[in-house]
């Protein structure tokens, strides 16, 4: 109890000297404190101490299941400590540790997701040579893998190699991966082709299989392939979900329907599925560009009561939409919804607030949007600035211009392209007076 209460307070030092006071007099810990104290260390960043602990383990033939190596090869891997990984895994293979695929298979999980693929394949073939054996998750992560890198064509290799192996079975997650990997690509032949291919094979696509390529097909604009798809999708049986209504939304959105995709966001609701933040922009940002205002802002106000927690991004088009239209006042409005909903402007928020603002001539609630900006942490870009000071010292206020200049030189966490864009630029780029 006492090591395990010291390495949770954080005490790995003192742990340590318990440890070796226990060892001295041939007192061990037993497997699961054993692994308790692995990981511990490792999480502490001591790889050093998690290898000696494992050693003394050997010495004293304390027994040491595989879950221990894939407990603290979870860790090393989500610390992202890679290469300290590699280098355990092939020392414990050099001494014949007790290993199982398991432990592979985390590691080269940790190599795809760093991108170091061609390594993955080397501890794949380092397997068999020492006596184990992959298992089809061992396919799935290099498969993901290559994907990852848009390496989708040796990636249906290597499912042909799989195809070809009586001892493995490709699963909806093989075949899955690879059309998700040629959907994102825009190759939505390729993806179709397998897909067939995944159905001939008996196994039974799912959810994300369908959602892949229905989102493939809008992405390439072919919206009539997509409800194929959607209805492919209910006759094998799956259930659409918010990701495959968004998508559909999203399709009719690009090809100018936004009234098909206001229907889906009706069918979706009346199929008591609750809509994504991503849900929420794609109709939003589609609504703002045809200037439909007015339902842009009653989806932010449906938005306020959900649980979702919003982002400034999805305020910008509609704020941006009043500014442009002169309706500051409504744009202000959305403003204190947010702050009401604890969304954090951003940059681009407060900028458009600031050019619509002066657009209006209202510049003194501009001037003090620009100090609001300054106090949350965001810079304008030169653009704004200059917007802003022209329009100052067209209004006769040169003081205020030079005010906000001299404010953005003493604060010393500003961008430095832009004092330098400032520094550089001669005097007769601001006008000196009104025209």
Excluded at 2 to 8: G, P, V
Excluded at 41 to 65: C, F, P, T
Excluded at 370 to 392: K, S, V
Aim: proline share 3%; charged share 20%.
């Amino acid at each position: 109890m006492l090591l395990r209460s010291l390495c949770e307070v954080g005490m790995h030092n003192s742990a340590k000297l318990v440890y070796d006071s226990m060892n001295s007099d041939a007192q061990f810990p037993d497997g699961r404190l054993l692994g308790f104290l692995v990981s511990s260390y490792a999480m502490a960043g001591r790889i050093d101490i998690s290898k000696e602990l494992l050693a003394q383990a050997h010495r004293n033939n304390v027994a040491v299941d595989a879950v221990l190596y894939n407990n603290l090869f979870n860790v090393l891997v989500k610390q992202n400590k890679i290469d300290d990984a590699v280098r355990l895994l092939r020392e414990l293979m050099r001494l014949r540790y007790n290993l199982e695929t398991f432990t592979f298979n985390v590691l080269i999980r940790g190599l795809c997701r760093s991108g170091a693929i061609d390594e993955g394949f080397k501890f794949l073939a380092d397997m068999t040579s020492f006596g184990y054996s992959p298992d089809i998750v061992t396919f799935n992560t290099l498969i993901h893998g290559l994907c990852r890198i848009n390496e989708v064509d040796r990636a249906q290799e290597l499912l042909k190699e799989v195809c070809l192996n009586s001892d493995f079975t490709p699963t909806v997650v093989s075949y899955t991966t690879i059309i998700s990997g040629y959907c994102k690509l825009g190759k939505m032949k390729e993806a179709t082709s397998l897909f067939e291919e995944l159905v001939r094979s008996g196994v039974k696509p799912n959810e994300v299989t369908f959602n892949a390529l229905i989102d493939g097909f809008v992405k390439v604009g072919s919206m009539a392939s997509a409800l194929a798809i959607y209805d492919a999708m209910l006759f094998h049986g799956c259930h659409p979900d918010v990701v495959t209504f968004t998508s559909l939304i999203d399709g009719y959105c690009r090809v100018g329907q936004v009234n098909h995709g206001l229907e889906l966001w009706r069918e979706m609701n009346g199929r008591n599925i609750s809509a994504s933040l991503h849900t929420f922009s794609v109709l939003i940002s589609a609504l703002c560009k045809g200037n439909r205002l007015k339902e842009a802002h009653g989806l932010l106000r449906l938005l306020k009561h959900s649980d979702i927690v919003p982002q400034a991004f999805i305020y910008n088009p509609v704020i941006d939409g009043y500014c442009k239209s002169g309706n500051v006042d409504e744009a202000n409005i959305i403003m204190a919804e947010m702050e009401e909903k604890k969304c954090k402007p951003d940059k681009l928020t407060f900028t458009i607030l600031i050019i619509g603002h002066c657009m209006k001539g209202r510049l003194h609630e501009a001037i003090d949007i620009f100090y609001n900006m300054l106090a949350a942490g965001c810079y304008p870009d030169d653009i704004t600035i200059r917007t802003l000071c022209t329009l100052l010292l067209k209004a006769g206020m040169p003081s205020v211009a030079a005010r906000i200049k001299k404010t953005l030189f003493e604060n010393q966490t500003i961008d430095i392209s832009l004092k330098k864009s400032y520094h550089e630029r001669t005097r007769s780029d601001m006008p000196n007076s009104v025209n």
